[in-house]
């Protein structure tokens, strides 16, 4: 399978500060996701989008969080006001379909100072 | 709420030995799917086999082989003929559809393989 392209790979930003972490979709994936990733923890889901709109959100994704697809290319995640909690791996996922394998990106390490 | 139950925090194998990974979950639903991930140190997450619950047979791929026990809600990873790139943390993880299509993932295993 084709990987997913993540940027940045790194991401270091001052409490407060708003980041987007970007996702490259391919062309026959119609669902993808956000998943995130504490140092040491288990993987988390965060949202999931399908023909442009959320299909769903955890608990976590709250209205610090948004996703769009605003040039019906690229995927995003925007975190407006990070925290110091907020820092962690984000990997974005995407799949053929509803019940098909995720397949994930390399991820974004975010670190919020 | 479904829930992913890794209950081996670390393991370490031999070299060109088998090792197996234990995975339990929980759910009412019957149709589910069951995915076991393997995390390098590099953190990709690289998927290592899959499982849909309405089979009975047991999904293999090369070496990595699962053992699914569904009344006993149990989903265990056999690597066979371990290699040194083996050496990853494994994460079992569960998908349901009626519950959306995320993914829930359990706390993950650390398999160390020794030369």
């Known amino acids: 399978e084709p990987e997913v392209t993540q940027t940045p790979s790194h991401q270091v930003t001052q409490m407060g500060q708003e980041v987007i972490l970007r996702c490259v979709p391919i062309s026959n994936h119609l669902y993808f996701y956000w998943y995130r990733q504490i140092l040491g923890q288990k993987v988390e889901f965060l949202v999931s989008?399908?023909?442009?709109?959320?299909?769903?959100k955890s608990e976590i994704f709250d209205d610090q969080f948004s996703v769009e697809r605003p040039d019906g290319s690229n995927f995003t995640l925007k975190i407006r006001s990070t925290k110091l909690e907020d820092s962690a791996m984000y990997f974005c996922a995407r799949g053929k379909g509803e019940s098909e394998t995720q397949y994930f990106g390399p991820g974004t390490r975010l670190l919020v100072l | 709420a479904q829930t992913v139950t890794q209950s081996q925090p670390e393991m370490s194998v031999q070299e060109a030995e088998t090792v197996t990974l234990s995975c339990t979950y929980d759910t009412s639903e019957n149709n589910y799917y069951l995915f076991w991930y393997k995390q390098p140190p590099s953190r990709q997450m690289i998927l290592v086999i899959r499982?849909?619950?309405?089979?009975?047979q047991n999904a293999t791929e090369n070496r990595f082989s699962v053992n699914f026990q569904k009344a006993a809600k149990s989903f265990s990873l056999k690597i066979s003929d371990s290699q040194l790139g083996d050496t990853a943390m494994y994460f079992c993880?569960?998908?349901?559809?009626?519950?959306?299509?995320?993914?829930?993932f359990g706390e993950g295993t650390q398999l160390t393989v020794n030369p």
């Open positions: 989008f399908y023909n442009n709109e959320i299909s769903e």
């Open positions: 993880a569960f998908m349901t559809l009626p519950s959306g299509s995320r993914l829930t």
């Open positions: 499982q849909e619950a309405y089979k009975q």
